[in-house]
């Protein structure tokens, strides 16, 4: 099935450190968004985005959705132990609830 | 306000048998949408619900089919299990309004999953 290309597939950080992911489509979204997922749970959204050029935060995360509507990044800042897990990327189409998901960026913190 | 629920958390199946799993969505949001998580093929969509009818559908086999409730509760079935169904299920609800367009009122809010492991 279709998927977002999501680099890279994992991270392995020094706590404090940033860090930034990012997803790429061939094809256009209209919302952008960002889940994590721990060991046994299902995604939590982190960040949406519903326009190009929008630039979102929320606490140490920021989000980008791309000028083209093809990519976006994200960036968490100051990383901390509770950072760990994976992160998705997923982009929605307009009228469509499906969601199309990237790989998933694992991330390792080292304390 | 209660989150996503989805019972039971863990399967085990035998080849050749059929799975039901249960979804409730959270209170007032009619949309709920059904995902296979797999280390191979990640996260892919099966279908999704709304108002008791199905309004999107994924690249399934028809071995793979959905329900939803007057009360917005969803199940899912599997039938003719084989040993690559084993995955996670999940599922996600959303408000989903109609004429909402993209926004808020259409974030999907996931369930923890149902563990499916066919033997």
């Known amino acids: 099935g279709q998927q977002l290309n999501q680099s890279p597939q994992s991270m392995f950080i020094q706590e404090g450190e940033d860090v930034s992911m990012n997803c790429t489509s061939s094809?256009?979204?209209?919302?952008w968004l960002w889940y994590k997922q721990d060991p046994g749970e299902g995604p939590v959204l982190l960040i949406a985005l519903y326009k190009a050029g929008e630039l979102t935060s929320n606490g140490r995360l920021t989000a980008q959705f791309g000028i083209t509507r093809k990519d976006s990044f994200l960036n968490i800042s100051a990383s901390i132990p509770s950072d760990v897990g994976i992160y998705f990327c997923a982009g929605q189409r307009q009228g469509a609830q499906k969601l199309v998901f990237g790989q998933g960026t694992r991330l390792t913190i080292n304390p | 306000k209660a989150g996503v629920t989805q019972t039971p958390r863990y399967l085990i199946k035998t080849r050749g048998q059929q799975v039901t799993l249960s979804c409730s969505p959270i209170s007032g949001h009619r949309s709920v949408s059904w995902y296979q998580q797999t280390p191979g093929q990640g996260l892919q969509f099966l279908f999704e619900y709304f108002s008791e009818t199905q309004r999107n559908k994924g690249n399934f086999p028809g071995r793979f089919s959905g329900r939803q409730f007057s009360n917005s509760r969803s199940e899912m079935n599997v039938s003719t299990l084989e040993l690559g169904d084993s995955a996670l299920y999940l599922c996600?609800?959303?408000?989903?309004?109609?004429?909402?367009?993209?926004?808020?009122?259409?974030?999907?809010?996931f369930g923890p999953g149902t563990r499916l492991t066919v033997l």
């Open positions: 094809s256009i979204f209209n919302t």
């Open positions: 996600a609800s959303s408000f989903s309004p109609a004429g909402a367009g993209m926004s808020s009122y259409n974030e999907q809010f």
